[in-house]
């Protein structure tokens, strides 16, 4: 069973485009979530997902920032018109209950 | 509120016991966990405690939870070099968990 699978590792974008960020959860696992880490900082809660459905939005930015997962294929973080205070690293977990939570590796965003 | 507080920085001699604080906010915290991050990596689930515990032993981990106080340890016997990494103690919420700062162990000869 592989574990929560994030690409790309690394992102780098310029200002004003559009980064997407996908997220594969472990199989057998329905509940997504995305956090964001600033650098020397802990992980921040964006968003929470089960299939379809954005059950909590409430850590997600009001603009420019949308996530899915959809049924079928992987859960997509979308930041559109990026601007340099979106460098960060996005961490996406998935679990099948809602004890336990298993981060990926992460998909690091430089916005130049 | 939603809040969860850590010491930045701890440094320990390779064999002795590390232990690290953190300290909580919602008393209605159902899991308390403890997070693993090395340089560059995702983070890797060490342990959680289900919140009508007070103990939680696993190998070299011990887990204490002081319900009352809002305060976790975790305290790592036996210290590595391979222990060395950032230290993540994080609470539940509904639908989300709520991470402190993070605690950097450094492991010294």
Redo the contacts between chains.
Sequence with gaps: NAG?M?NPRHLVRRRGQEARLRCSPMKGHSHV?W?RQLP??????MV?LQKENI??E??MPKERFSAEFPKEGPSILRIQQVVRGDSAAY?C?SSPR?????????TRLTVV | GED?EQSLFLSVREGDSSVINCTYTDSSS??LYW?KQEPG?????LT?I?SNMDMKQDQRLTVLLNKKDKHLSLRIADTQTGDSAIY?CAE?L?????????TRLAVHP
């Design positions: 929560v994030q979530y956090y020397e900082e802990g992980l921040k809660f929470y059950i909590d409430s850590g961490f977990a809602t004890e336990e939570a298993f981060f990926g590796q992460g | 969860v159902t899991y997070y990596a995702g983070l890797q689930l959680y289900f993540f539940s509904p639908n989300k968990l709520i991470f402190g700062a993070g």
